[in-house]
């Protein structure tokens, strides 16, 4: 008996092996999916103009988006969560930001072309974020990709919260991948240790907000890239 063989061009095989290597592609939100610094930017500087105070510059502000409310309220106000006015001040931010959530946010560069590649190869991709999901669904549904994502976890979707590995093992539940084939990008430490706690590849988004004072060659990741479609050569 005679077995015919279909021999793919190299480019078809080699996505095809890709596919089946990897399941699932998860993202962080703030500083790896979506550039979200500037409305941030915007909120923050609304409520220190509310409160009589000088506005911070961008470049201020930037490195500190990844690390949430606490840190942009450190850089805006120089108080931590024990200061008695943290938490009035923290609520304001949030509602201002809700307020203004989708101005000028838009994914990265490139990043739109990679989820269509994803799709393209039957990837699923999500979104594990440790922002609370009154932010992070409306700023999905702004961007309309809350339908396309597989999973999309939010800060309060589980009781845990990142570097935790529930949000993303939760993500593989809900995406139907193990964590073995699932790759995990982000722009933070917590975000790779969440990923290697959970079982997953891990890659550093090196355009994301990171500080001068990180060192994310430490942070033990699988790899670092500089520009979405580099994700690519990692599946």
């Known amino acids: 008996m005679w077995t015919s063989i279909i021999w793919l061009p190299q480019s078809s095989r080699v996505r095809a092996i890709k596919s089946n290597h990897t399941d699932c592609v998860l993202f962080d939100l703030d500083g790896t999916f979506a550039d979200t610094a500037q409305d941030l930017h915007h909120a923050l500087n609304l409520q220190l103009e509310r409160h009589g105070r000088q506005p911070v510059s961008f470049q201020q502000l930037r490195p500190s988006v990844s690390h949430g409310s606490r840190a942009m ?3 805006g106000f120089g108080i931590d969560p024990e200061h008695p006015d943290f938490a009035a001040l923290q609520t304001e ?5 809700l307020k203004n959530i989708a101005l000028q946010t838009q994914p990265f560069e490139g990043m739109l072309e990679l989820l ?3 799709e393209a190869m039957r990837i699923r991709w999500g979104i594990v974020t440790n922002k609370p999901a009154r932010l992070t669904d409306p700023l999905m549904q702004k961007l309309g990709l809350q339908r396309r994502a597989s999973t999309v976890i939010s800060g309060d979707t589980t009781p845990y919260a990142k570097p935790h590995p529930e949000p993303i093992l939760q993500a593989c539940r809900e995406s139907d991948a193990s964590p073995e084939h699932t790759l995990y990008i982000g722009d933070a430490q917590r975000d790779i240790e969440a990923g290697r706690n959970a079982g997953t590849r891990t890659l550093v988004a090196m355009f994301g907000y990171l500080a001068k004072s990180d060192r994310p060659e430490t942070w033990q990741a699988d790899g670092q890239i500089d520009h979405p479609a580099q994700i690519l050569d990692w599946l």
């Open 116 to 118: 269509d590649a994803l």
């Open 73 to 75: 309220l450190q850089v």
């Open 93 to 97: 931010f949030l509602d201002l930001y």
